[in-house]
């Protein structure tokens, strides 16, 4: 029997506007473009350190150790989703609503129960097509975190939940940049209201100004660097070594905010070119770099295989 106990997580609840209709229309077209979507679903998921819990007909679950990274995922589902609409005719996109909530769950196995997930549940029943509502618990957490809109809806009330919940709409492409009127108390300041530059903004390995200006930073300080070897060159390039790091924690950043691949698989990436660049500064007429290589790339092999089976199954 497996253990029961409680924890506080971030629940992401999804299913598809109009479901019904679309099966009705097309029973096997309407299938096969929710297992494609579950699919960019799952990998978006799991690229913000998500973790798939469930599925049923048209229905999704997941949970996240972090409030910030669940809207994020969020709002690159959405865009991601909206990029693969516009290329499909307006009867037959499938659009996505989705519902988060920060609450505290009973974990039972590999899945979790209780207010917590039922309150993401209604919040997504809340939600337009192709849109995202957020719980007052996760605003809180993330309303001065991110470079996304919000939008005070007020005291849902919420099926089955007394009392209602404050909740939040999260304004994500041209509705981002359209200025809202806030009503509760604390969006009568400023800060309730955040602008987005466009519908790919969250997407962007760069999303963060501030990791633009880290990269620059980098970037001249190798440049420095160089130029100080070649000034000062005694016939030895030892400014490859500090420009090695610097390239290193570039890539660090970017593998942490990048949504495009697999982090396990880049930071595994990441590894085996840094052996192969010391392999190679420190050339002593051995090729020891390829062993570490072949092993990295088998565990990257077993990670690939393991996601491509489970999102088979998914």
């Known amino acids: 029997m497996s253990e029961t106990r409680r924890k506080l997580t971030t629940i992401f609840s999804a299913d598809v506007q109009d479901y019904t209709r679309l099966m009705q229309a097309n029973e096997e077209a309407t299938l096969d473009t929710l297992k494609q979507y579950r699919d960019f679903m799952k990998r978006l998921i799991e690229a913000h350190d998500g973790r798939v819990i469930n599925t049923w007909g048209d229905g999704l679950i997941a949970e996240f150790s972090s409030v910030v990274e669940a809207v994020r995922a969020a709002v690159d589902v959405q865009n991601d989703l909206s990029g693969h609409n516009a290329k499909r005719p307006n009867e037959a996109r499938m659009l996505f609503r989705i519902g988060i909530n920060l609450g505290d769950v009973i974990v039972e196995g590999d899945d979790i129960y209780g207010d917590g997930v039922n309150v993401a549940a209604r919040l997504q029943a809340s939600a337009s097509a192709g849109g995202i509502v957020i719980s007052s618990t996760v605003y809180e957490q993330v309303r001065n975190k991110m470079t996304v809109g919000f939008e005070y809806l007020g005291q849902l009330s919420l099926k089955n939940i007394e009392g209602g919940i404050s909740s939040y709409s999260v304004r994500i492409g041209e509705d981002a940049v359209t ?136």
Do not use: C
Not at 220 to 246: H, K, R, T, Y
Not at 283 to 304: D, F, K, Q, S, Y
């Open 179 to 314: 200025p809202v009127r806030l009503t509760s108390p604390e969006q009568a300041q400023p800060q309730g209201y955040h602008h987005v530059g466009s519908a790919r903004t969250e997407i962007s390995s760069m999303r963060d100004p501030s990791h633009r200006k880290s990269f620059g930073i980098l970037g001249a300080v190798a440049a420095g660097i160089a130029a100080i070897n070649m000034l000062s060159w005694e016939g030895d390039f030892w400014a490859a070594w500090p420009i090695l790091g610097i390239a290193i924690i570039a890539a660090l950043i970017w593998i942490r905010t990048t949504t495009r691949i697999d982090r396990f698989i880049a930071m595994l990436t990441l590894i085996g070119l840094v052996l192969a660049s010391i392999n190679v500064l420190s050339w002593e007429g051995t090729l020891w770099a390829p062993w570490p290589l072949i092993a990295l790339a088998v565990v990257g092999g077993i990670r690939w295989f393991t996601h491509e089976r489970g999102s088979a199954r998914g």
